[in-house]
Nanobody, 123 residues
Framework: VQLQACGGGLVQAGGFLRLSCAASGRTFSSYAMGWFRQAPGKEREFVAVISRSGITTYYADSVRGRFTIYRDNAQNTVYLQMNSLRPEDTAVYSC?????????????????WGQGTLVTVSS
């Protein structure tokens, strides 16, 4: 499966953005989908993951209550709604697919990665 993330941009602190990740192929619904981010000079970190069915989600503590991950299997797309953005949310956000549906925060479990989209939050 090939992934393409979009929706990043520049936003003021307290604002919101919605990221999208479109997948190619007819097997999208067989993958758990995750979002990760990497800030300048920092290691990549987990943001959120959603199960194949969309029923189960899991978030990093730093975004829980502010970000929402959801998916539309008919449209082969996973979304990340980001509210109450903070300057520390500034990063390149990437989506990833896990065919084992393990619902984990560990990047090595993910089989396919898309190119990232830059989110910049100004103070």
């Amino acid at each position: 499966v090939q992934l393409q993330a979009c929706g990043g941009g520049l936003v003021q602190a307290g604002g919101f953005l919605r990221l999208s990740c479109a997948a190619s192929g007819r097997t999208f619904s067989s993958y758990a989908m995750g979002w990760f981010r990497q800030a300048p000079g920092k290691e990549r970190e987990f943001v959120a993951v959603i199960s194949r069915s969309g029923i189960t989600t899991y978030y990093a503590d730093s975004v829980r209550g502010r970000f929402t991950i959801y998916r539309d299997n008919a449209q082969n797309t996973v979304y990340l709604q980001m509210n109450s953005l903070r300057p520390e949310d500034t990063a390149v956000y990437s989506c990833a697919a896990d065919r084992a549906n393990t619902i984990v925060a560990t990047a090595s479990y993910y089989d396919h990665w898309g190119q990232g989209t830059l989110v910049t939050v100004s103070s």
